[in-house]
């Protein structure tokens, strides 16, 4: 049997009306409901289901509404769009609403056939949503048909988040816990990466010989690569682990033809070589091209996007070269972070156990340098491990003297080193923060008399237990409370597992009956960690009063975003790299935090010999850096590490000799200094490097007034964010909700939705929780699009705000509604704002894409809603400009309407309105000409990307609504705003 319908017509079946697809066969037709989303695609069998034309019926002259109805209805449509007409197809159907700078990365991507793409904006400008834009939008258009994230396993579940919930992809994970039950799953012969087509992949688990070849094999036609600095080899010193992730990427981006998106905010960190490898990786002639000249930057400036976020914290305003700040756009970025740096000394008893612990530690280092060069490295990171854990806790200090040091199963000098390196110091580097928040051991098996000096000591650091004679713990107690009392919500970081349990445990209950504290470490699967932090959430609750205390290690310190629940930051152990500090403060001072300036605090001993010199030495002079630059540039590790080399050195020294004199008596403290110099004068270097990459790579490629352009065709179709404001308000009082604004916050609101019909608690509970909508919680509505879970975004893509607008545009359909119905699709209103009888139509288009892909012709229908107002009547009609359409919307009832003249007017008019129909073919055949010279404009530079592309609109238009403006009569009777029956 031959189906008679063609793609794009309008079909009755299973008692809804639905959109036929070019997807259709001649005996299967591929529909999707009339105004639905893809989700809600089904295929249908004439052959064995009825199947009938539909002709979209006009609207009921007996259903009039007032004067907001023919607002809410279009705003209504506009917001349930999912399949928009315009060149950015998938920004209808995501649950994300992009900042305008957001958009550049997507429009330098659309030009390109294949898509190579270095994504390397500051921390928290959002190169995650940047990245999942290019990829919904490739997947989209059919240029890609699979997705894979390669990505650290600690961030596999929140990129499968994002994924999902923004973006509607839901990703399998592959990881090392989750690829047997998935192979389980397989067909004889088939790769896991062709049984799911969108994946998240722990880079760990993916770059070993064993698993990487199949996945080269069946690598998805676009991949992201997360944190793509840990991914490229810079030099032979190169860690094995980032070797094998080089070798990988190597192979994955050695297909011309595969989509690779690199996201990083650290590309080039003063390493040259890397920042070439990963440039190579895009384009191998990048990896040689020279930068200095411009045509080597124009070359690169295709591919590479970099900015900071002084560059997109005001954008689209006059100072871009815009004409005037009507598309301006403001992103709520914390102005500052306000640091302070407090201090404590140890106790007498807490000071002559560390003195005790050096002595120690100086006669196992000056013994093994006796007896080889493998002990004498085993015995070095014993040393700096002991004193790391002294200086961060008692119960960490216990832990190490009682635990067996890993590098003592070394064989070699440099196992040893590889061995201890990561557990003892924080390069900017290191392959992973998994597993190295763990307590590193000092007991090597092979020193004599060793266990009993040892066990002597753990015991007396578990006698140190509590701020008695922990001064450091009572420090933190102190000005955690002046935080708290600020109305702060702080996270407290920590080096180490038993430290923060230590911390968490000695806070608890000490801090005010109304805060909840609560503690997580690598001892948690990464999801076990997103749903603690949820659950101290709950646990504080919408109380004013409360507060949320979280007492992290640095499993926590990459990649998890913690702004809506956190908004300052305690030190309470120091990094020996202050990029680990940045990346720390990162969590919260980020876009979405409320607070302008976040709080950081650092803790320092004054009297340990450790952290007064790496405060002064690395954390202060990374801050002036970033403050100079705006910025953070990493420490260079060598140099780094040189001086903590010297620092421990020094300590060292001291224990062996005893030394109570001048600390500048000692030649080992005098060298602290000249290395400081000479780490000061390389990350100044550094810095300048930087500085010059941010000026010389600047995005230029696309110009502000061209993201304007695209910026205001976007919500000219899919609603301007005061429509949005607007629509959700007067939808939520007319269906009976209790609104009340924010005193604190304006523009915002909260709204109590349990007397709102039945219907739209319903669609509102999977989104807002049940308890908000059967108990009252009143639900904030936020003006920002980043809010926390239990909030709403007043933009468009906002579940609650799409539930709202289904619920709507459903109601105005059906005549046989229960409850109140905001939209209507009729309406006659007598007001001011016309000087003759106006009629307003909301108007639905239906067009036909046809967009060339590197998989060939795809065919797509699209739908687009417009108003039309015309003066007089049908016949004769004298159409008005658009904004004057447009402008009819705020038009109020200035007078009563009698029910029966204003349905008598309404079927006069809807009898007539077949006069106008050559006038909406022909304004849909100029809006279908429209979207062609704007689909060729976003993909102008690819000649064969443009080839092939055609936008036709549908012969019938849908008219909506119909709404009727009248003069007032000479002797009208005033009435409120709102007004026909």
Same mark, same amino acid.
């Given at each position: 049997?031959?189906?008679?319908?063609?793609?794009?017509?309008?079909?009755?079946?299973?008692?809804?009306?639905?959109?036929?697809?070019?997807?259709?066969?001649?005996?299967?037709?591929?529909?999707?409901?009339?105004?639905?989303?893809? &989700?809600?695609?089904?295929?249908?069998?004439?052959?064995?289901?009825?199947?009938? *034309?539909?002709?979209?019926?006009?609207?009921?002259?007996?259903?009039?509404?007032?004067?907001?109805?023919?607002?809410?209805?279009?705003?209504?449509? /506009?917001?349930?769009?999912?399949?928009?007409?315009?060149?950015? /197809?998938?920004?209808?159907?995501?649950?994300?609403?992009?900042?305008?700078?957001?958009?550049?990365?997507?429009?330098?991507?659309?030009?390109?056939?294949?898509?190579?793409?270095?994504?390397?904006?500051?921390?928290?400008?959002?190169?995650?949503?940047?990245?999942?834009?290019?990829?919904?939008? %490739?997947?989209?258009?059919?240029?890609?048909?699979?997705?894979?994230?390669?990505?650290?396993?600690?961030?596999?579940?929140?990129?499968?988040?994002?994924?999902?919930?923004?973006?509607?992809?839901?990703?399998?994970?592959?990881?090392?816990?989750?690829?047997?039950?998935?192979?389980?799953?397989?067909?004889?012969?088939?790769?896991?990466?062709?049984?799911?087509?969108?994946?998240?992949?722990?880079?760990?688990?993916?770059?070993?010989?064993?698993?990487?070849?199949?996945?080269?094999?069946?690598?998805?036609?676009?991949?992201?690569?997360?944190?793509?600095?840990?991914?490229?080899?810079?030099?032979?010193?190169?860690?094995?682990?980032?070797?094998?992730?080089?070798?990988?990427?190597?192979?994955?981006?050695?297909?011309?033809?595969?989509?690779?998106?690199?996201?990083?905010?650290?590309?080039?960190?003063?390493?040259?070589?890397?920042?070439?490898?990963?440039?190579?990786?895009?384009?191998?002639?990048?990896?040689?091209? &020279?930068?200095?000249?411009?045509?080597?930057?124009?070359?690169?400036?295709?591919?590479?996007?970099?900015?900071?976020?002084?560059?997109?914290?005001?954008?689209?305003?006059?100072?871009?070269?815009?004409?005037?700040?009507?598309?301006?756009?403001?992103?709520?970025?914390?102005?500052?972070?306000?640091?302070?740096?407090?201090?404590?000394?140890? *106790?007498?008893?807490?000071?002559?156990?560390?003195?005790?612990? +050096?002595?120690?530690?100086?006669?196992?280092?000056?013994?093994?340098?006796?007896?080889?060069?493998?002990?004498?490295?085993?015995?070095?990171?014993?040393?700096?491990?002991?004193?790391?854990?002294?200086?961060?806790?008692?119960?960490?200090?216990?832990?190490?003297?009682?635990?067996?040091?890993?590098?003592? $199963?070394?064989?070699?000098?440099?196992?040893?080193?590889?061995?201890?390196?990561?557990?003892? *110091?924080?390069?900017? &580097?290191?392959?992973?923060?998994?597993?190295?928040?763990?307590?590193?051991?000092?007991?090597?098996?092979?020193?004599?008399?060793?266990?009993?000096?040892?066990?002597?000591?753990?015991?007396?650091?578990?006698?140190?237990?509590?701020?008695?004679?922990?001064?450091?713990?009572?420090?933190?107690?102190?000005?955690?409370?002046?935080?708290?009392?600020?109305?702060?919500?702080?996270?407290?970081?920590?080096?180490?597992?038993?430290?923060?349990?230590?911390?968490?445990?000695?806070?608890?209950?000490?801090?005010?009956?109304?805060?909840?504290?609560?503690?997580?470490?690598?001892?948690?699967?990464?999801?076990?960690?997103?749903?603690?932090?949820?659950?101290?959430?709950?646990?504080?609750? #919408?109380?004013?009063?409360?507060?949320?205390?979280?007492?992290?290690?640095?499993?926590?310190?990459?990649?998890?975003?913690?702004?809506?629940? !956190?908004?300052?930051?305690?030190?309470?152990?120091?990094?020996?790299?202050?990029?680990?500090?940045?990346?720390?403060?990162?969590?919260?001072?980020?876009?979405?935090?409320?607070?302008?300036?976040?709080?950081?605090?650092?803790?320092?001993?004054?009297?340990?010999? +450790?952290?007064?010199?790496?405060?002064?030495?690395?954390?202060?002079?990374?801050?002036? +850096?970033?403050?100079?630059?705006?910025?953070?540039?990493?420490?260079?590790?060598?140099?780094?590490?040189?001086?903590?080399?010297?620092?421990?050195?020094?300590?060292?020294?001291?224990?062996?000799?005893?030394?109570?004199?001048?600390?500048?008596?000692?030649?080992?403290?005098?060298?602290?200094?000249?290395?400081?110099?000479?780490?000061?004068?390389?990350?100044?270097?550094?810095?300048?490097?930087?500085?010059?990459?941010?000026?010389?790579?600047?995005?230029?490629?696309?110009?502000?007034?061209?993201?304007?352009?695209?910026?205001?065709?976007?919500?000219?179709?899919?609603?301007? $964010?005061?429509?949005?404001?607007?629509?959700?308000?007067?939808?939520?009082?007319?269906?009976?909700?209790?609104?009340?604004?924010?005193?604190?916050?304006?523009?915002?609101?909260?709204?109590?939705?349990?007397?709102?019909?039945?219907?739209?608690? &319903?669609?509102?509970?999977?989104?807002?929780?049940?308890?908000?909508?059967?108990?009252?919680?009143?639900? @904030? !509505?936020?003006?920002?699009?980043?809010? #926390?879970?239990?909030?709403?975004?007043?933009?468009?893509?906002?579940?609650?705000?799409?539930?709202?607008?289904?619920?709507? %545009?459903?109601?105005?359909?059906?005549?046989?509604?229960?409850?109140?119905?905001?939209?209507?699709?009729?309406?006659?209103?007598?007001?001011?704002?016309?000087?003759?009888?106006?009629?307003?139509?909301?108007?639905?288009?239906?067009?036909?894409?046809?967009?060339?892909?590197?998989?060939?012709?795809?065919?797509?229908?699209?739908?687009?809603?417009?108003?039309?107002?015309?003066?007089?009547? @049908?016949?004769?009609?004298?159409?008005?400009?658009?904004?004057?359409?447009?402008?009819?919307?705020?038009?109020?009832?200035?007078?009563?309407? #009698?029910?029966?003249?204003?349905?008598?007017?309404?079927?006069?008019?809807?009898?007539?309105?077949? $006069?106008?129909?050559?006038?909406?073919?022909?304004?849909?055949?100029?809006?279908?000409?429209?979207?062609?010279?704007?689909?060729?404009?976003?993909?102008?530079?690819? =000649?064969?990307?443009?080839?092939?592309?055609?936008?036709?609109?549908?012969?019938?238009?849908?008219?909506? =609504?119909?709404?009727?403006?009248?003069?007032?009569?000479?002797?009208?009777? @005033?009435?409120?705003?709102?007004?026909?029956?």
């Amino acid at each position: 049997m031959t189906t008679p319908f063609s793609a794009g017509t309008l079909v009755s079946a299973r008692g809804r009306d639905w959109v036929v697809l070019p997807e259709s066969a001649p005996d299967m037709l591929v529909l999707r409901p009339l105004g639905g989303a893809d &989700d809600d695609i089904a295929a249908v069998f004439p052959a064995f289901e009825t199947v009938k *034309s539909a002709e979209f019926a006009h609207p009921s002259p007996a259903d009039l509404g007032d004067a907001q109805a023919a607002g809410l209805l279009r705003s209504a449509l /506009r917001i349930s769009f999912r399949s928009g007409a315009g060149p950015f /197809r998938s920004l209808a159907g995501i649950a994300v609403e992009p900042r305008a700078y957001q958009l550049v990365p997507l429009m330098m991507a659309l030009r390109q056939q294949t898509v190579r793409m270095l994504i390397s904006d500051d921390v928290g400008i959002g190169k995650t949503v940047e990245a999942g834009l290019i990829a919904s939008e %490739l997947l989209a258009q059919g240029s890609a048909r699979g997705l894979a994230v390669l990505c650290s396993p600690a961030l596999a579940e929140q990129w499968q988040e994002e994924l999902r919930t923004k973006f509607g992809l839901d990703a399998e994970l592959v990881l090392a816990s989750t690829v047997s039950r998935l192979e389980r799953g397989l067909d004889l012969g088939q790769s896991l990466f062709d049984r799911h087509p969108y994946v998240i992949v722990s880079t760990d688990f993916i770059k070993s010989t064993r698993h990487r070849d199949d996945f080269v094999r069946h690598c998805p036609d676009l991949v992201i690569v997360d944190e793509a600095h840990t991914c490229v080899a810079a030099d032979d010193t190169t860690s094995t682990q980032n070797q094998l992730r080089f070798e990988l990427l190597q192979r994955v981006a050695a297909d011309a033809e595969r989509h690779l998106l690199l996201v990083t905010a650290t590309p080039h960190s003063g390493k040259e070589n890397a920042f070439r490898n990963l440039l190579g990786l895009l384009k191998p002639e990048l990896a040689t091209v &020279d930068l200095a000249s411009d045509a080597g930057r124009r070359a690169l400036a295709q591919y590479f996007v970099h900015r900071k976020r002084a560059d997109v914290r005001q954008y689209l305003t006059r100072e871009d070269g815009l004409a005037d700040d009507s598309l301006a756009e403001e992103t709520a970025f914390p102005a500052d972070r306000h640091f302070k740096d407090e201090t404590y000394k140890l *106790s007498p008893a807490y000071r002559a156990l560390l003195d005790d612990a +050096i002595a120690y530690a100086s006669e196992r280092v000056t013994a093994a340098d006796r007896r080889g060069r493998r002990e004498a490295r085993i015995a070095w990171w014993s040393a700096i491990a002991l004193l790391r854990s002294l200086v961060s806790s008692p119960r960490a200090a216990a832990q190490t003297l009682r635990t067996r040091s890993a590098t003592a $199963a070394a064989a070699t000098a440099e196992e040893a080193d590889r061995l201890g390196a990561p557990l003892t *110091s924080d390069f900017s &580097d290191s392959d992973a923060l998994e597993g190295l928040d763990a307590a590193p051991g000092a007991e090597a098996a092979e020193v004599e008399h060793a266990g009993a000096r040892l066990a002597e000591l753990a015991d007396r650091a578990a006698a140190l237990e509590g701020p008695t004679e922990d001064k450091k713990l009572a420090a933190l107690v102190t000005h955690l409370k002046a935080l708290l009392k600020g109305g702060y919500h702080p996270i407290v970081f920590c080096r180490y597992i038993p430290t923060a349990e230590y911390v968490a445990e000695h806070l608890d209950g000490k801090l005010g009956k109304k805060t909840i504290v609560r503690a997580v470490t690598g001892t948690l699967s990464p999801q076990q960690r997103i749903e603690r932090i949820e659950e101290l959430a709950r646990d504080a609750g #919408d109380d004013p009063a409360a507060r949320r205390v979280l007492v992290a290690t640095d499993c926590l310190s990459e990649g998890v975003n913690l702004q809506h629940h !956190f908004d300052a930051v305690v030190h309470y152990d120091l990094a020996w790299n202050p990029t680990r500090h940045d990346q720390r403060e990162g969590r919260v001072d980020r876009y979405g935090q409320k607070r302008n300036v976040v709080r950081v605090i650092t803790l320092y001993g004054s009297d340990n010999g +450790i952290d007064g010199k790496v405060l002064d030495v690395l954390i202060r002079k990374h801050r002036q +850096i970033r403050k100079d630059l705006g910025i953070s540039v990493s420490v260079p590790d060598a140099a780094s590490s040189g001086v903590t080399d010297a620092i421990v050195e020094w300590l060292l020294v001291r224990g062996r000799d005893g030394e109570q004199a001048s600390l500048f008596d000692v030649d080992e403290y005098r060298a602290i200094d000249k290395k400081a110099a000479a780490l000061a004068a390389d990350w100044q270097s550094a810095a300048e490097r930087e500085k010059t990459s941010r000026s010389r790579f600047a995005q230029h490629s696309i110009r502000p007034e061209e993201v304007a352009r695209e910026v205001a065709a976007v919500r000219d179709t899919l609603g301007r $964010a005061q429509e949005i404001r607007s629509f959700v308000r007067q939808s939520l009082r007319a269906l009976d909700g209790v609104l009340r604004d924010d005193p604190a916050r304006p523009g915002d609101f909260t709204a109590e939705l349990s007397g709102t019909p039945a219907g739209l608690r &319903d669609a509102l509970a999977p989104v807002l929780g049940g308890d908000a909508v059967e108990t009252g919680r009143p639900v @904030p !509505f936020r003006a920002t699009a980043a809010v #926390d879970r239990r909030e709403a975004a007043l933009v468009r893509t906002d579940p609650a705000v799409v539930a709202l607008a289904g619920y709507v %545009l459903n109601a105005a359909l059906d005549e046989q509604a229960p409850g109140p119905r905001p939209a209507r699709r009729c309406g006659v209103i007598r007001t001011r704002a016309v000087a003759t009888r106006t009629t307003l139509l909301v108007v639905r288009y239906r067009f036909h894409l046809t967009l060339p892909s590197r998989t060939g012709m795809r065919q797509l229908v699209a739908e687009d809603a417009r108003l039309l107002a015309f003066q007089g009547a @049908p016949g004769n009609a004298r159409w008005l400009a658009a904004e004057d359409a447009l402008a009819l919307l705020d038009a109020t009832a200035d007078a009563n309407t #009698d029910p029966g003249f204003g349905e008598r007017t309404m079927e006069r008019v809807l009898d007539d309105l077949p $006069a106008v129909d050559d006038h909406l073919r022909a304004y849909g055949e100029e809006l279908a000409a429209d979207l062609l010279t704007s689909h060729r404009r976003v993909r102008s530079a690819s =000649g064969e990307i443009v080839r092939g592309l055609t936008v036709t609109v549908q012969d019938r238009a849908d008219v909506l =609504g119909a709404y009727v403006y009248l003069p007032l009569p000479a002797a009208a009777t @005033p009435t409120a705003a709102g007004g026909t029956a």
